[in-house]
């Protein structure tokens, strides 16, 4: 079996390169984030494929990581700023130009080489507070499982929201 550790670095540095190709997904990963599950890595590429294009220039910072066994922890901060279109359930979010930094952690269970699962926590009100969104379901407007496809609309609902 592959570290841990290792695997959760190579994720992260996929993602801050946005090669989809080299982030350790296995074909049967499990996610969870705020108001979202998926199941596939197509599906948790999708998911992460939202923020690459929302935040051009976003990157995760790991500022600690854990193992013991087959289970990782890590902690961190996203920062980037929303130059791009976010694509949400409640429809799309047109970029702000808003720079943006929040705290995360999550948990993860690897497989081998492959992460074969992701609970991610982060502060989803803080995230949209410094996009300038308020009012309404908030949670609406996070990528969720719908967004299988990052090039695919979500899919539309009223939230109440407005959006300078």
Not at 71 to 81: D, H, N, P, Q, S
Not at 140 to 151: D, F, G, H, I
Request: hydrophobic share 40%; glycine share 10%.
């Amino acid at each position: 079996m592959a570290d841990p550790k290792r695997v959760v670095e190579r994720h992260v540095e996929a993602f801050n390169v946005r090669d989809a190709d080299a982030d350790p997904w296995s074909d049967d990963a499990d996610f969870v984030a705020p108001n979202a599950s998926m199941h596939g890595r197509e599906q948790v590429l999708g998911f992460v494929g939202v923020f690459w294009d929302a935040f051009p220039d976003g990157r995760l910072e790991t500022s600690r990581l854990l193992a013991e066994g087959s289970v990782a922890a890590a902690e961190g901060r996203f920062i980037g700023t929303h130059t791009g279109v976010m694509r949400t359930p409640a429809g799309d979010v047109a970029a702000t130009g808003r720079h943006v930094h929040f705290r995360w952690m999550s948990s993860y269970e690897v497989r081998g080489d492959e992460l074969a699962s992701e609970h991610l926590y982060f502060n989803q009100a803080d995230l949209l507070g410094q996009l300038g969104l308020d009012g309404g379901d908030v949670s609406a407007l996070l990528p969720s499982r719908n967004c299988e496809r990052r090039l695919r609309r979500c899919g539309s609902r009223s939230t109440g929201l407005r959006i300078p």
